[in-house]
């Protein structure tokens, strides 16, 4: 953890009667230090530094900077774990861990990280961090750092992925799960956070989340769409765990993108006609429900192919499928794109349009235009009647369809 060395303020003292050593003479020392020493606030950002120059690791870690930085993400849980001991303790505890730091060669170091709280202290005012690097030949004969972090333990055993947030909402662990579902590497997940894994649509949605978890402990839950991702898309659930405050966040990961299509393909299959893929007649009265609950102006036509019967009966079901499923086609391309269409019977559709943009007549000239285009296309003789209904103040969807179902009758016997 480590870091430029902050500038001592102009009006200090110029010498320490107790140690000798001035501002100039420390500015000479310090390139010899092989510790580095930190102060952080509350939020666990860097609030004063002294270090060598370039920082103890080779890269330096600026003020205002989170001390998660550089450390290996399978340490960061100790560190993390460390860090809410170390603040919820009495001034004058402190604590240690060993673990690694990526330096300014991108090669992992190990490093000695030993906490004091220091937070009575009226000068330093935050929690005190100490580093040293382990030379080379006590390194190697220490055993493998090992997490024994009980978070990281289990969430390497769960199916799912697993995240640990700080309290703030940056990302400090991921599980092996967590990382093949974003497509990622822990220390890119750390530097980019959450909201960047998530697809544009959602990724709004995700950041309120995040903005209500650092606020206070709680749970949420959401299904988001991943951007660029092996997996599409994700339920999360957050929890934000804390007693008066928010200590860290888990964020559990589940793949759902099967379940979401199977969701999608059964509500397709509900609402829409196997044939036609149109609405079916249960989704035009949820449709029709929605519109004047609204009291959107809608006009609703009623439509009946005449001479269909003598198809099916002269070349078969086979012949009257492709002509539905034509019709269907050419009323989807030649109608408006906010024209909702949908077949209610054999040979009878419905189209609802807002009534300031489709007059009755010329929706009713339109379909009729739309019908003979397919009949010359298929080399068949058929033609079509429609009838029309404009809702009125207390209509129900059935009032519509039967008022727009009449007229169409009353066309019928016009030969219109």
Same mark, same amino acid.
């Given at each position: ?10 009006? /200090? ?14 500015? %000479?020392?310090?390139? =010899? ?74 090669? +992992?170091?190990? +490093?000695?990280?030993? /906490? ?10 935050? @929690? ?26 289990? /969430? ?24 093949? @579902? ?5 220390? &890119? ?13 959602? #990724? ?24 660029? /991702? #092996?997996?599409? %898309? ?29 969701? #999608? ?14 609405? &079916? ?7 029709? =429900? ?117 007229? @169409? +009758? ?7």
């Amino acid at each position: 953890m480590d870091e430029r060395a902050t500038p001592v303020a102009d009006d /200090a003292p110029e010498d320490d009667e107790a140690t000798g050593i001035s501002l100039e003479l420390l500015d %000479r020392l310090r390139p =010899h230090m092989t510790e580095s020493l930190m102060v952080l606030d509350h939020e666990w950002t860097v609030t004063a530094n002294l270090a060598p120059p370039g920082g103890l690791i080779g890269r330096g870690l600026g003020l205002g900077l989170h001390t998660l930085e550089d450390m290996h993400p399978d340490d960061a849980v100790q560190v993390m774990e460390l860090g809410i001991q170390a603040f919820s303790t009495r001034p004058g505890w402190q604590g240690s861990k060993l673990v690694r730091m990526r330096r300014g060669d991108g090669i +992992y170091g190990r +490093y000695e990280i030993t /906490a004091i709280n220091m937070f009575d202290d009226p000068v330093v005012a935050g @929690m005190v961090v100490r580093t040293r690097e382990v030379p080379q030949d006590v390194a190697d004969d220490l055993p493998e750092i090992q997490t024994t972090s009980a978070i990281e333990t289990l /969430a390497e055993l769960l199916p799912i992925g697993v995240l640990l947030l700080d309290r703030r909402g940056r990302i400090v662990f991921a599980n092996d799960t967590a990382c093949g @579902m974003l497509g990622h590497e822990p220390e &890119n997940l750390k530097r980019d956070g959450l909201a960047a894994m998530i697809a544009d649509p959602d #990724r709004a949605l995700v950041t309120d989340v995040l903005q209500r978890m650092v606020t206070m402990p709680g749970r949420e839950e959401c299904t988001v769409e991943l951007a660029d /991702a #092996r997996v599409q %898309r994700v339920q999360c659930r957050f929890s934000a765990e804390g007693a008066n405050e928010v200590t860290c966040i888990v964020v559990t990961m589940e793949d759902v993108t099967e379940r979401h299509a199977a969701q #999608r393909d059964l509500e397709q299959r509900a609402n829409h006609d196997a044939l036609t893929g149109l609405r &079916n007649r249960a989704s035009l009265h949820d449709l029709l =429900h929605e519109r004047l609950d609204r009291g959107d102006p809608t006009t609703v036509a009623y439509l009946d192919l005449d001479g269909f019967k003598a198809v099916n009966d002269t070349w078969g079901h086979d012949r009257g499928d492709h002509l539905l499923i034509a019709l269907a086609s050419a009323l989807r391309s030649g109608l408006a794109p906010d024209v909702e269409i949908a077949r209610i019977g054999g040979d009878e559709f419905v189209i609802v349009a807002t009534a300031t943009d489709a007059e009755p007549d010329p929706l009713v000239r339109q379909l009729h235009t739309l019908v003979a285009s397919v009949a010359r296309s298929e080399s068949l003789s058929i033609t079509c009647s429609v009838g029309t209904s404009q809702a009125l103040p207390g209509d129900t969807p059935k009032d519509l369809v039967r008022r727009a179902d009449q007229a @169409m +009758y009353a066309a019928k016997g016009q030969g219109r």
